[in-house]
């Protein structure tokens, strides 16, 4: 039949009916495309700046000698040096902030050139291609134009315009047809064999054509050009390199060639860099063969929506091999037989598979590690966010599109973040694993929960009317999913990972500090002091932090608004409430509980109340809380078959609303309450005390009392189904919705009922301050800050370094570093005073026998060696222990000679005590001297080569 143009329009009429997605290309694939090539830039930075930086078996260098200097032992074990690194925070950062910027700018420099050479492949990939592949103009085998005519039909149906142009491959005698080309000039290359079909099978010629006009309509051929350009130069210029410079460190410590003192130290360190190179190249080349078979499956749907017969995809498999089989996910073309499957099944590409969720995860944990080498990020804070923003959007649209629960996806996710940080974080060092490798799990949880929150809000708000309703909703789901992902990275960067070593159970420092800060009979509550000390850095992490309380909030509020805006959504509100209600309930029953069990252990004394039994309290009103919102969340997640998280968190958040309300309760109105007092014993309504203590509770639970509830909302589903999976406890699939839906004023007034609180217990939380106003009942504490400033000194000193000359290394570059400068700053304090004592000598004695001196020079020379003390003792301490001890006897005693200085030469003592304090001053400061050079003499023997 021949095709007129009123037929060509009514093609490209139902072809963009049928057509799912636009010219932008497929969302989730575009976006995993550029989540891989942000990955591979930024590995390639730190990749360059290892290769370019000087080997270990030069001098130290810049970073390398900042950490040798905080006493860094290559051969300790990770713990030992982390507590060197953490001991010293504010030095290390001044060490290598003044360290040249070449220590970075290596690596960026060589990387701008590397995009620079990826974009000059990127142009001339297909030029390439083309002279590599002799191909001839249309006009050359189609004299009579038909083939053009048929070929402009099909490219008016698939919308490319003129931007495509069509040529011959000749030599290529199989029946297909290969796009290529750059941003704005494609060429479609038809195979010899095509042309042949043309003539015999029409019906399969313009599927075939049809399908490389998708790749064009779905920008295919921009994306896999640009990341073959780019990857293609980073392997050529970066990874090879790198490879090869990790590689010939570690075999030439394996055959004994190495004179460096890091070996065997460094051979765990450079054996995790070679495993790390080659995830890299796994993951890149798995994502990227991943996203072109489903390219093809995406661009055979689209030949079919434009009018492509389906016979043509009735193509002879080839046979299916073993080995065919094992790289199936390495190839990037599907078989025949996965195509026509795809087509006959039109939602086979909608379910999120196993392995995208693991190479994405994998992406993830690379990132926040990447990320770490450009100036200004840090895995606590930057990184972690910009790996979220990335993951994140990948994360929604892959749901979105699936509709699935998200448990299958949540697992796999959390399993490729704890695979990248398996490899890539800071498990390096001499153990292969880290000493508590339980806390790896929560890598699962954090994949888990911002995983099927997002996929159930996703189905949810499918039912909302409006369309920017729906985008409002759908911009701040993809906000929440990004705060609880961050939240998760965040969480282990700054405090998981340093649980997972085992810092916080160095030697009870922590709970050193929690005797200083609340003194009391800490042996009488061994028990809350150990689950205190244990617990509190990984709850401290997640309660301050504002964004995460928020993104926890609105995973509650969130739906519950769709849920009053759209009515009938199978939500099941009212019984959510209820179950929220019943939970808040228990919670005053715990609480009653242990207020009647701390009243009959209380001290007898008001006095004694206060300190450790005050902080007991508030910790077990914490585990009460915390204990009803996970109770709530696992029951109310097993008794619910759809949006069963969302169901759990919105009711875990309202019995933890309820449960502060009973603290503000029992706290105002302790010592009214008989059995139940705990503080007070004089009947007294005090809300000042009720806002304290429920300000504190809320401090320690506000956000990890929901998160938990979420962990035990999965726990609690998953117990429900397999209890399902028995026929007694077969039931309707499917909830039923509210019956009839209340008025919308109603609905919003409902909401707004129990937003408020929520809402007013985050602002008293985060701002609300206990001020001398609050009365005595409830004893203020002390601040924490001297304690928690105590808690580094309090660690263990790192054990002295194994070797000799490790030892004379680190010595060395404790010396090179700021040592040699703040010796020669304190000698040449003394060289100043000396001078003008010496000045002040040579005078003539007055009548009375005594001499003038400017007490205004003295004073500020005085001052200027006690500045000089200051800054000495920010910086390292020796890494020698004993040396160490001396160096810090050293200062003080220097410390005490500037305080006996500036006593003499200053104002505001009588003249008798002002002779006596610079008579010691002059008496003592020669002996300081010779102790500040004989130290000095040693630390220069211990950083000189052994004999």
Same mark, same amino acid.
């Given at each position: 039949?021949?095709?007129?143009?009123?037929?060509?329009?009514?093609?490209?009429?139902?072809?963009?009916?049928?057509?799912?997605?636009?010219?932008?290309?497929?969302?989730?694939?575009?976006?995993?495309?550029?989540?891989?090539?942000?990955?591979?830039?930024?590995?390639?930075?730190?990749?360059?700046?290892?290769?370019?930086?000087?080997?270990?078996?030069?001098?130290?260098?810049?970073?390398?000698?900042?950490?040798?200097?905080?006493?860094?032992?290559?051969?300790?074990?990770?713990?030992?040096?982390?507590?060197?690194?953490?001991?010293?925070?504010?030095?290390?950062?001044?060490?290598?902030?003044?360290?040249?910027?070449?220590?970075?700018?290596?690596?960026?420099?060589?990387?701008?050139?590397?995009?620079?050479?990826?974009?000059?492949?990127?142009?001339?990939?297909?030029?390439?291609?083309?002279?590599?592949?002799?191909?001839?103009?249309?006009?050359?085998?189609?004299?009579?134009?038909?083939?053009?005519?048929?070929?402009?039909?099909?490219?008016?149906?698939?919308?490319?315009?003129?931007?495509?142009?069509?040529?011959?491959?000749?030599?290529?005698?199989?029946?297909?047809?290969?796009?290529?080309?750059?941003?704005?000039?494609?060429?479609?290359?038809?195979?010899?064999?095509?042309?042949?079909?043309?003539?015999?099978?029409?019906?399969?010629?313009?599927?075939?054509?049809?399908?490389?006009?998708?790749?064009?309509?779905?920008?295919?051929?921009?994306?896999?050009?640009?990341?073959?350009?780019?990857?293609?130069?980073?392997?050529?210029?970066?990874?090879?390199?790198?490879?090869?410079?990790?590689?010939?460190?570690?075999?030439?410590?394996?055959?004994?060639?190495?004179?460096?003192?890091?070996?065997?130290?460094?051979?765990?360190?450079?054996?995790?860099?070679?495993?790390?190179?080659?995830?890299?190249?796994?993951?890149?080349?798995?994502?990227?063969?991943?996203?072109?078979?489903?390219?093809?499956?995406?661009?055979?749907?689209?030949?079919?929506?434009?009018?492509?017969?389906?016979?043509?995809?009735?193509?002879?498999?080839?046979?299916?091999?073993?080995?065919?089989?094992?790289?199936?996910?390495?190839?990037?073309?599907?078989?025949?037989?996965?195509?026509?499957?795809?087509?006959?099944?039109?939602?086979?590409?909608?379910?999120?598979?196993?392995?995208?969720?693991?190479?994405?995860?994998?992406?993830?944990?690379?990132?926040?590690?990447?990320?770490?080498?450009?100036?200004?990020?840090?895995?606590?804070?930057?990184?972690?966010?910009?790996?979220?923003?990335?993951?994140?959007?990948?994360?929604?649209?892959?749901?979105?599109?699936?509709?699935?629960?998200?448990?299958?996806?949540?697992?796999?996710?959390?399993?490729?973040?704890?695979?990248?940080?398996?490899?890539?974080?800071?498990?390096?060092?001499?153990?292969?694993?880290?000493?508590?490798?339980?806390?790896?799990?929560?890598?699962?949880?954090?994949?888990?929960?911002?995983?099927?929150?997002?996929?159930?809000?996703?189905?949810?708000?499918?039912?909302?009317?409006?369309?920017?309703?729906?985008?409002?909703?759908?911009?701040?789901?993809?906000?929440?999913?990004?705060?609880?992902?961050?939240?998760?990275?965040?969480?282990?960067?700054?405090?998981?990972?340093?649980?997972?070593?085992?810092?916080?159970?160095?030697?009870?420092?922590?709970?050193?500090?929690?005797?200083?800060?609340?003194?009391?009979?800490?042996?009488?509550?061994?028990?809350?002091?150990?689950?205190?000390?244990?617990?509190?850095?990984?709850?401290?992490?997640?309660?301050?932090?504002?964004?995460?309380?928020?993104?926890?909030?609105?995973?509650?509020?969130?739906?519950?608004?769709?849920?009053?805006?759209?009515?009938?959504?199978?939500?099941?509100?009212? !019984? @959510? *409430?209820? /179950?929220?209600? %019943?939970?808040?309930? &228990?919670?005053?029953?715990? $609480?009653? #509980?242990?207020?009647? +069990? =701390?009243?009959?252990?209380?001290?007898?004394?008001?006095?004694?109340?206060?300190?450790?039994?005050?902080?007991?309290?508030?910790?077990?009103?914490?585990?009460?809380?915390?204990?009803?919102?996970?109770?709530?969340?696992?029951?109310?997640?097993?008794?619910?078959?759809?949006?069963?998280?969302?169901?759990?968190?919105?009711?875990?958040?309202?019995?933890?609303?309820?449960?502060?309300?009973?603290?503000?309760?029992?706290?105002?109105?302790?010592?009214?309450?008989?059995?139940?007092?705990?503080?007070?014993?004089?009947?007294?309504?005090?809300?000042?005390?009720? !806002? @304290? *203590?429920? /300000?504190?509770? %809320?401090?320690?639970? &506000?956000?990890?009392?929901? $998160?938990? #509830?979420?962990?035990? +909302? =999965?726990?609690?589903?998953?117990?429900?189904?397999?209890?399902?999976?028995?026929?007694?406890?077969?039931?309707?699939?499917?909830?039923?919705?509210?019956?009839?839906?209340?008025?919308?004023?109603?609905?919003?007034?409902?909401?707004?009922?129990?937003?408020?609180?929520?809402?007013?217990?985050?602002?008293?939380?985060?701002?609300?301050?206990?001020?001398?106003?609050?009365?005595?009942?409830?004893?203020?504490?002390?601040?924490?800050?001297?304690?928690?400033?105590?808690?580094?000194?309090?660690?263990?000193?790192?054990?002295?370094?194994?070797?000799?000359?490790? !030892?004379?290394?680190? /010595?060395?570059?404790?010396?090179?570093?700021?040592?040699?400068?703040?010796?020669?700053?304190?000698?040449?304090?003394?060289?100043?005073?000396?001078?003008?004592?010496?000045?002040?000598?040579?005078?003539?004695?007055?009548?009375?026998?005594?001499?003038?001196?400017?007490?205004?020079?003295?004073?500020?020379?005085?001052?200027?060696?006690?500045?000089?003390?200051?800054?000495?003792?920010?910086?390292?301490?020796?890494?020698?222990?004993?040396?160490?001890?001396?160096?810090?006897?050293?200062?003080?005693?220097?410390?005490?000679?500037?305080?006996?200085?500036?006593?003499?030469?200053?104002?505001?003592?009588?003249?008798?005590?002002?002779?006596?304090?610079?008579?010691?001053?002059?008496?003592?400061?020669?002996?300081?001297?010779?102790?500040?050079?004989?130290?000095?003499?040693?630390?220069?023997?211990?950083?000189?080569?052994?004999?």
């Amino acid at each position: 039949m021949r095709r007129t143009p009123v037929r060509r329009a009514l093609l490209r009429m139902s072809a963009a009916r049928r057509l799912p997605l636009t010219g932008g290309g497929i969302p989730d694939t575009g976006l995993r495309f550029a989540l891989l090539m942000t990955l591979v830039t930024a590995a390639s930075v730190s990749m360059l700046d290892t290769t370019l930086a000087p080997r270990p078996d030069d001098t130290p260098g810049d970073a390398l000698g900042c950490l040798l200097a905080a006493g860094l032992d290559p051969d300790g074990s990770n713990l030992a040096n982390l507590l060197a690194g953490v001991r010293s925070p504010e030095a290390i950062h001044d060490c290598l902030s003044g360290a040249p910027a070449v220590a970075y700018g290596k690596g960026m420099a060589a990387t701008a050139l590397l995009l620079a050479v990826a974009a000059l492949v990127y142009w001339w990939l297909p030029r390439l291609r083309e002279r590599r592949h002799a191909t001839l103009p249309l006009e050359a085998v189609d004299p009579d134009g038909m083939l053009a005519r048929e070929l402009a039909e099909l490219r008016a149906i698939a919308g490319t315009g003129d931007r495509v142009r069509f040529r011959v491959a000749p030599g290529r005698t199989t029946a297909g047809a290969v796009v290529h080309g750059r941003a704005g000039r494609y060429t479609v290359s038809l195979h010899a064999g095509l042309l042949v079909l043309y003539g015999v099978d029409r019906d399969r010629f313009r599927a075939v054509v049809l399908h490389e006009l998708a790749h064009l309509r779905h920008r295919d051929v921009d994306f896999a050009y640009s990341s073959t350009a780019l990857w293609r130069t980073f392997v050529a210029l970066a990874l090879l390199p790198y490879l090869y410079h990790e590689g010939d460190l570690l075999l030439r410590g394996l055959l004994g060639r190495t004179r460096s003192p890091f070996w065997p130290g460094v051979a765990s360190i450079t054996t995790y860099s070679l495993l790390s190179g080659l995830l890299l190249v796994l993951l890149v080349h798995l994502t990227r063969a991943d996203l072109l078979r489903r390219r093809e499956l995406y661009a055979d749907a689209q030949a079919i929506a434009w009018g492509a017969s389906p016979s043509a995809w009735d193509r002879p498999d080839r046979t299916a091999g073993r080995w065919r089989r094992a790289t199936a996910l390495l190839r990037t073309h599907p078989d025949w037989a996965e195509r026509r499957r795809a087509l006959a099944e039109p939602g086979r590409l909608a379910p999120v598979s196993a392995l995208p969720m693991l190479l994405l995860g994998i992406a993830g944990s690379f990132l926040v590690h990447q990320l770490t080498v450009f100036p200004g990020l840090s895995e606590t804070a930057a990184t972690p966010w910009i790996a979220a923003c990335f993951v994140t959007p990948v994360l929604c649209h892959l749901l979105r599109r699936s509709r699935e629960a998200g448990v299958r996806a949540g697992l796999w996710l959390g399993l490729g973040l704890l695979a990248g940080e398996f490899v890539v974080g800071g498990n390096s060092g001499n153990e292969w694993l880290v000493g508590q490798p339980a806390y790896l799990l929560t890598f699962l949880l954090a994949g888990w929960v911002p995983t099927v929150w997002c996929a159930q809000s996703a189905r949810l708000e499918a039912c909302l009317p409006g369309r920017w309703a729906r985008r409002a909703v759908v911009l701040l789901n993809g906000l929440v999913t990004l705060a609880l992902l961050w939240g998760g990275l965040r969480w282990w960067q700054q405090w998981g990972k340093y649980q997972a070593v085992g810092v916080y159970d160095r030697s009870g420092a922590l709970r050193t500090v929690f005797r200083e800060t609340f003194p009391g009979p800490w042996r009488d509550y061994a028990f809350e002091l150990s689950a205190a000390t244990e617990a509190f850095p990984g709850l401290h992490s997640f309660n301050n932090s504002v964004p995460l309380g928020l993104a926890v909030m609105a995973s509650a509020l969130v739906p519950l608004f769709v849920h009053l805006r759209a009515g009938r959504t199978g939500l099941r509100v009212r !019984r @959510t *409430l209820l /179950a929220g209600g %019943a939970g808040g309930l &228990l919670c005053w029953l715990g $609480l009653a #509980a242990g207020s009647y +069990a =701390l009243h009959a252990e209380r001290p007898g004394t008001l006095r004694g109340r206060f300190g450790a039994f005050q902080y007991v309290q508030i910790w077990w009103l914490v585990v009460t809380v915390t204990g009803a919102c996970l109770v709530t969340g696992a029951v109310v997640a097993g008794v619910s078959r759809r949006y069963w998280l969302l169901r759990a968190l919105l009711a875990a958040q309202l019995a933890e609303v309820i449960g502060f309300a009973g603290v503000y309760l029992l706290s105002s109105a302790d010592g009214c309450l008989g059995p139940l007092n705990v503080i007070g014993s004089s009947c007294h309504w005090l809300p000042a005390n009720g !806002r @304290t *203590l429920t /300000a504190l509770v %809320a401090a320690q639970s &506000l956000t990890s009392a929901v $998160l938990c #509830a979420a962990a035990a +909302a =999965l726990a609690g589903a998953a117990v429900a189904r397999v209890v399902r999976r028995f026929p007694a406890a077969a039931r309707p699939a499917a909830e039923v919705p509210s019956a009839r839906p209340r008025p919308a004023l109603l609905r919003q007034t409902a909401g707004l009922a129990l937003a408020l609180p929520a809402l007013l217990l985050a602002v008293v939380t985060y701002t609300y301050a206990p001020g001398p106003r609050a009365s005595s009942a409830v004893g203020k504490p002390p601040t924490t800050s001297p304690a928690m400033g105590r808690l580094l000194e309090l660690l263990d000193a790192p054990r002295t370094a194994r070797t000799a000359t490790i !030892r004379q290394w680190q /010595a060395l570059a404790w010396l090179n570093k700021g040592g040699l400068r703040h010796v020669a700053g304190l000698s040449r304090g003394y060289l100043a005073l000396t001078s003008a004592i010496g000045k002040a000598a040579a005078q003539e004695p007055t009548a009375q026998g005594t001499i003038e001196i400017d007490e205004s020079e003295f004073a500020r020379l005085c001052g200027t060696l006690g500045s000089r003390v200051r800054d000495a003792r920010r910086y390292f301490p020796f890494p020698d222990p004993a040396l160490d001890r001396r160096w810090s006897k050293t200062l003080d005693r220097i410390a005490r000679d500037s305080e006996d200085c500036l006593s003499g030469t200053t104002g505001g003592k009588d003249g008798a005590e002002r002779e006596r304090a610079f008579a010691r001053f002059l008496t003592n400061s020669p002996e300081t001297v010779h102790a500040l050079l004989f130290t000095m003499q040693d630390m220069e023997k211990q950083s000189e080569a052994p004999s």
